[in-house]
């Protein structure tokens, strides 16, 4: 399996993680700095009958009568001013808590554009604003009352430039995502993944996969029991060409126990292969076979009988050439045996195993048929079976490839059979 097309498949999971999820409530202070001193507001308070009633329905909110609270603040009627805005944000604050969310930002929004709270309410009725247009996937709209509340109360929050953020991956404007993330990085006091993720996405969105890199790093060390940021890490370092850290993160990951589905086994069987490690190659893929992870199936089978040979064991790549030959009834696989079989001088088994390749009903093709022949013939003949090896030397001669040395090797059995009183 091609490398780019095991890391395109597993990075494909970043373009889903663009979209994060923040709590509803306020801006935590430790994440939030202020960076310019604005002019503040005289303190306004409600006038003698809109508290009167307004202190009714807090009294019912308060015992979560939200249906009780919400008629007493329908029915009280506010000409303007303050009194107004803040029964639109009571009221916006209502519905919420009775999850009519977009009853509840026609309210809140009223409020907000009113500008007339005073300075903490207004503060927080602009990024209440902002956060709820983005749950409700207003990105553009969003954007303006998270500007709002920035240029409002001159100040700067991890979370409000990670919604920001998140609304300019949405909106596909890629560029501005990296610099609002970075700033909501900084300002986090306790790393938060959430900015990290948005990074990650915005580079693989534009195939900038090796800025990637460093943000992945990050991830680990944020979230090291994690296991898709270790994979992801591997697969970014497979697409930068880096192997030898796509190996380490692999192998690292698979110490961790985080390997547990048959392509990542292969990855990481693919990766020791491509560095010629082949033993500890076969190692991973033999454990994965046998915990039921890699399927016993002749392409399988096949693949670790190779990786056995490379890895110079050559009993065990006798062993799953036949698995993969039975699995398969596939020739080529009993080819390969028989041929191991024979070099070990284990003739009785190699002529079972390349009978097997002749007549199997799928891989043979081209002049292999005729380098089978051929091989039976070699065991026949160390087997002192000098009529059946000539026979099988009648079969080589019809191929190209092989009838010359199958016509020496004519000569040669016939003299040993003749030396040896053996008519032929």
Same mark, same amino acid.
Not at 213 to 232: H, R, T
Not at 267 to 279: E, S
């Given at each position: 399996m091609k490398m780019k097309k095991l890391a395109s498949s597993l990075l494909a999971v970043l373009a889903l993680a663009g979209t994060v999820t923040l709590s509803q409530s306020a801006v935590a202070e430790d994440n939030v700095v202020q960076v310019k001193q604005v002019p503040k507001r005289?303190?306004?308070?409600?006038?003698?009958?809109?508290? &009167?009633? @307004?202190?009714?329905?807090?009294?019912?909110?308060?015992?979560?009568?939200?249906?009780?609270?919400?008629?007493?603040?329908?029915?009280?009627?506010? &000409?303007?001013?303050?009194?107004?805005?803040?029964?639109?944000? $009571?009221?916006?604050?209502?519905?919420?808590?009775?999850?009519?969310?977009? %009853?509840s930002l026609q309210y809140l929004k009223r409020a907000a554009d009113s500008s007339q709270l005073n300075q903490v309410e207004q503060e927080g009725v602009l990024r209440q604003v902002g956060q709820m247009l983005q749950q409700q996937e207003k990105w553009k709209e969003s954007l303006t009352y998270l500007d709002k509340w920035m240029d409002y109360s001159g100040k700067e929050s991890a979370d409000v430039y990670t919604m920001m953020a998140q609304a300019y991956y949405q909106l596909k404007?890629?560029?501005?995502?990296?610099?609002?993330?970075?700033?909501?990085? =900084?300002?986090?006091?306790?790393?938060?993944?959430?900015?990290?993720?948005?990074?990650?996405?915005?580079? $693989?969105?534009?195939?900038?996969?090796?800025?990637?890199?460093? @943000?992945?790093?990050?991830? @680990?060390? #944020?979230?090291? =029991?994690?296991?898709?940021?270790?994979? %992801? #890490?591997?697969?970014?370092?497979?697409?930068?060409?880096?192997?030898?850290?796509?190996l380490a993160t692999y192998a690292l990951a698979y110490k961790q126990g985080f390997l547990t589905k048959e392509n990542e086994g292969? @990855?990481?069987?693919? #990766?020791?292969?491509?560095?010629?490690?082949?033993?500890?190659?076969?190692?991973?893929?033999? /454990? *994965?076979?046998?915990?039921g992870l890699i399927p016993q199936d002749e392409s399988s089978l096949s693949t670790l009988a190779n990786?056995?040979?490379?890895?110079?064991?050559?009993?065990?790549?006798?062993?799953?050439?036949?698995?993969?030959?039975?699995?398969?009834?596939?020739?080529?696989? *009993?080819? /390969? %045996?028989?041929? #191991?079989?024979l070099e070990q001088e284990k003739y009785k088994a190699a002529i079972v195993a390349l009978n097997k390749a002749v007549n199997a009903k799928t891989g043979l093709s081209h002049s292999e048929p005729g380098r089978a022949h051929l091989a039976l013939a070699q065991a026949y003949f160390f087997q002192k079976s000098y009529l059946e090896a000539l026979q099988q030397i009648k079969l080589a001669k019809n191929y190209d490839d092989t009838k010359k040395t199958a016509t020496s090797w004519e000569g040669y059995v016939r003299d040993e059979a003749a030396r040896k009183n053996v008519k032929l």
């Open positions: 005289k303190t306004q308070a409600l006038s003698e009958s809109a508290g &009167r009633s @307004v202190s009714k329905a807090y009294d019912l909110f308060s015992k979560e009568d939200y249906a009780g609270a919400l008629k007493i603040m329908l029915d009280m009627s506010p &000409r303007d001013g303050y009194d107004k805005a803040y029964v639109d944000r $009571f009221i916006g604050t209502i519905y919420y808590y009775q999850e009519k969310y977009d %009853q404007q890629l560029d501005k995502v990296v610099p609002l993330a970075d700033k909501a990085i =900084k300002l986090y006091k306790k790393p938060n993944k959430n900015p990290y993720v948005l990074k990650l996405a915005a580079y $693989f969105d534009r195939k900038m996969y090796k800025p990637m890199i460093p @943000v992945l790093e990050e991830l @680990v060390k #944020l979230e090291p =029991k994690e296991k898709q940021w270790w994979m %992801q #890490l591997g697969q970014a370092y497979m697409l930068v060409n880096n192997t030898d850290k796509a292969k @990855v990481l069987a693919q #990766l020791y292969a491509n560095q010629d490690i082949p033993y500890k190659s076969a190692v991973i893929q033999e /454990k *994965f076979m046998k915990a990786t056995w040979h490379n890895a110079k064991e050559l009993d065990k790549a006798i062993d799953y050439y036949g698995k993969a030959g039975e699995a398969g009834d596939n020739g080529k696989d *009993f080819l /390969k %045996q028989g041929n #191991l079989l």
